[in-house]
């Protein structure tokens, strides 16, 4: 198979692949980008893998950092852009299942191949558009196939996160798993206890983002990698019920995990914990707790002028987006306009401030400054009063009186 008319971005790359064959070297571009083309999906990274030894990669070229060179990989940076140039190599035995003891370097481009993950990702492309097939991956493209290369329980054994790359794979693609593919899966699920948390995080986060996630939260569950995920071991039906929703597009990672917590049914103490033993950062754990915190008063009531002020205009959009997923419509542009509406949006907006306080009413600072800010700030949200700061300072002067008559006297 030959490609007529290649994207831009291999096109500009051509030039890297030219320079290594002129050397006497092969040179193909290989990976991901490879196979989205094929399907006619926007790529991504560029990668090139040749028959070159990483020091005859820099002697190739000026300009090169070692990122990875004790894996053959040198970053070529070539006019404006920067290239991996990954050596053929070959892996000795995966004692941790994550990382080869030992990499050799090698000359064939069928080695090299040899120890990809799936065969749609085992496809080699040279700068002319001719596509090097040696393992079927153009007929398992055809028939939408999700094949691993050659002994699926050898590749599953080298680096165990190649089944949650697969179950990502599905989402993203619609492929169906082979069948000797998806019992290997299946067998060697516990595997995933050997991978770091983070890793797992990377695929299972692209999973729910994906395009056909419903097909792939089946797959995971049928496979029982779930099992092996932070907190999921007991949610298997759990994460059926997910995978019955409304098939639209998940655009967010916090809208992905405000989807699953809410399916999960954790309570709000919960939330935290569980998004902290998947390692999410603490701005996403901060906007998922917000988020699953409004959708269940979503699922309950409409907005109130209090629980849009609240919420602020980032979460309340994440809800909103929701919101179809649950049976129920959401009014985006209606619930923006009316948080627009509202009289402030932060405490900042007050017509007074703790500095206005403490010059009106001669006092030191203490927790009343805080208490009165708070009941300037609600009753104006709930517009009781006007955002004026003659109105305020009138409101805080009959608050405070009100409170201080409010106290036991002491005997």
Same mark, same amino acid.
């Given at each position: ?96 299942? $994550?990382?080869?003891?030992? %990499?050799? &370097? /090698?000359?064939? +481009?069928?080695?090299? *191949?040899?120890? =990809?993950? !799936? ?42 996160? $190649?089944?949650?790359?697969? %179950?990502? &794979? /599905?989402?993203? +693609?619609?492929?169906? *798993?082979?069948? =000797?593919? !998806? ?229």
């Amino acid at each position: 198979m030959k490609l007529n008319n290649l994207p831009e971005a291999f096109v500009q790359a051509a030039p890297l692949l030219q320079k290594i064959e002129e050397a006497g070297f092969e040179a193909y571009f290989v990976g991901g980008s490879v196979r989205d083309t094929i399907l006619n999906q926007p790529i991504h990274d560029v990668d090139i893998a040749t028959s070159a030894f990483p020091a005859e990669v820099k002697a190739l070229f000026p300009r090169t950092i070692d990122i990875g060179i004790e894996h053959g990989t040198v970053l070529v940076l070539w006019e404006q852009e920067q290239y991996e140039i990954t050596t053929f190599r070959t892996e000795a035995a995966y004692q941790d299942f $994550r990382r080869p003891d030992k %990499v050799d &370097f /090698v000359r064939s +481009l069928q080695e090299d *191949l040899k120890r =990809r993950d !799936f065969t749609i990702n085992a496809l080699a492309l040279q700068k002319d558009g001719q596509i090097i097939d040696l393992f079927d991956g153009l007929a398992d493209l055809d028939n939408q196939v999700l094949r691993a290369v050659g002994n699926p329980q050898e590749r599953f054994h080298e680096d165990a996160l $190649r089944m949650m790359r697969g %179950v990502r &794979f /599905v989402s993203q +693609l619609g492929f169906e *798993l082979e069948a =000797r593919t !998806f019992l290997a899966i299946q067998e060697n699920h516990a595997l995933l206890a050997k991978i770091s948390v983070e890793r797992v995080m990377i695929e299972f986060v692209k999973m729910l983002l994906g395009t056909h996630r419903n097909q792939a939260l089946k797959a995971f569950v049928a496979t029982e990698c779930y099992q092996y995920c932070p907190g999921l071991r007991p949610y298997g039906e759990a994460l059926l019920r997910m995978a019955d929703l409304p098939a639209l597009p998940l655009i967010k990672e916090e809208a992905a995990w405000v989807l699953l917590l809410d399916q999960l049914h954790l309570n709000a103490h919960e939330v935290r914990p569980f998004l902290k033993a998947w390692k999410c950062s603490n701005a996403c754990i901060r906007q998922v707790q917000a988020g699953y915190q409004f959708l269940l008063m979503r699922k309950a009531s409409d907005w109130t002028d209090s629980t849009l002020y609240q919420a602020g205009m980032t979460t309340i959009e994440l809800v909103e987006s929701l919101l179809p997923f649950i049976g129920q419509d959401g009014c985006l542009n209606d619930v923006e306009a009316r948080y627009q509406a509202l009289p402030i949006h932060q405490l900042q907006d007050l017509a007074v401030n703790g500095r206005d306080l403490l010059r009106a009413f001669d006092r030191p600072s203490g927790p009343w400054l805080k208490d009165v800010l708070q009941q300037l700030e609600a009753s104006v949200v709930k517009r009781d009063i006007a955002n004026q700061q003659e109105a305020l300072l009138l409101f805080a002067q009959a608050y405070l009186e009100h409170a201080e008559k409010s106290q036991p006297k002491a005997k």
